[in-house]
């Protein structure tokens, strides 16, 4: 899913082509077909992604991999992968403090093409940013992803994306959950920034299924069939973004990637409990030192600081506060994401093709 969600970076630049062929590792996936790219624009709240039908491989078509590993066979799927942006802080920062009341759509002057929502959410805000990315790519996606799920009724449909696409992608799936009524629709984000208060978190989380209560009330460990998988990394202060303190919470269905550099191994990878599990990227101290760098210089309050306040904090730094590093947090989930490049990602090079496994329903297919 990693690799899909990198191949969306070529649209809007060298392009992605049909039958399924770019300058990254397309050719890693001869069994989609795709269906259509989009681009709004090149503004931060502009969207970007393409859609593809899997139509699956074989176990024998699968051995015949020239990789040493023979790849394992992959189910049917529709892909709907959206594309993100580096320049993901600029558009938190600006609009962050501008939170609109989240409906789910059709709104009630839509086509009334649609299933009416079965639960409304109650109290819900939603980053208008991210909010109007999805709605400037709504009326190009929709209607392809509506063509091609009724020419092929079987294929669950896959929802990807990296930043601000997986913002883009958490509102793209509330909304075929919800408004369309469609109930095979997985999800896996990468790096995902907090998309609304926290109702809408707990919308998210009802609607996906994403928490289970024991006879205490209280959330108990996920499964490994999770319906909504928003994977993190080590390092990583998107996901910790917009702030707690502007009104902003996570959802659940955590993936966290404790392992700062490439490439990861299983064991690095652990199963979040809840949207703030402290073992994962929301930390105890992330809020804290997130809130420094970004709550207190936007409200000035460094201006009321003596030198001798700045230094005593300035000896706290955690290390990952140095903004290179993370960059490279932000781009490297399993492997570098944002490089469309003939081969892709030169450290790619010499490594077999990866196996993917994009069945539905269950949340069964591999990262």
Wanted: aromatic letters at 8%; proline letters at 8%; one cysteine or more.
């Amino acid at each position: 899913m990693a690799r899909l969600v990198d191949i969306t970076y070529c649209v809007g630049t060298t392009g992605v082509s049909p039958p399924f062929s770019c300058a990254s590792r397309c050719k890693d996936f001869p069994s989609l077909d795709l269906v259509r790219t989009w681009n709004t624009g090149v503004l931060l709240s502009d969207s970007c992604g393409f859609i593809a039908v899997d139509h699956g491989t074989s176990s024998s078509s699968s051995s015949s991999s020239s990789s040493s590993s023979p790849k394992p066979p992959s189910k049917p799927a529709i892909i709907v992968a959206f594309r993100g942006t580096y320049s993901i802080t600029n558009t938190i920062i600006d609009l962050s403090t501008v939170p609109q009341e989240y409906v789910p759509y059709p709104s009630p002057d839509d086509d009334g093409d649609s299933t009416p929502t079965t639960k409304k959410c109650a109290n819900c805000t939603v980053h208008m940013g991210f909010l109007a990315s999805w709605r400037s790519a709504r009326e190009l996606v929709l209607p392809a992803l509506k063509t091609a799920r009724a020419k092929h009724p079987g294929y669950p449909v896959h929802l990807v994306g990296h930043s601000l696409g997986g913002a883009v992608a958490a509102l793209a799936a509330l909304e075929l959950r919800q408004s369309l009524g469609w109930t095979d629709v997985t999800v896996t984000t990468f790096g995902e920034p907090r998309i609304g208060n926290k109702h809408l978190a707990h919308y998210l989380d009802e609607t996906f299924s994403l928490l289970s209560t024991n006879n205490n009330n209280h959330t108990t460990s996920p499964k490994e069939t999770l319906l909504y998988r928003r994977v993190t990394h080590a390092n990583d202060p998107v996901p910790l973004l917009p702030l707690s303190e502007w009104g902003f919470r996570a959802h659940a269905g955590e993936v966290y990637i404790a392992k700062p550099d490439l490439p990861p191994a299983p064991e690095d990878l652990r199963l979040c409990v809840g949207a703030d599990d402290p073992e994962c990227v929301g930390g105890p101290e992330a809020d804290g030192w997130l809130g420094w760098v970004l709550g207190d210089l936007v409200r000035g309050e460094e201006t009321r600081k003596s030198v001798e306040a700045w230094t005593r904090r300035l000896g706290g730094f955690p290390a990952r506060l140095k903004l290179w590093q993370l960059f490279f947090a932000h781009r490297d989930y399993f492997w570098r994401l944002g490089l469309c490049v003939p081969g892709g990602d030169p450290v790619d090079w010499g490594r077999g093709k990866y196996g993917v496994l994009l069945g539905g329903g269950g949340g069964d297919g591999e990262l």
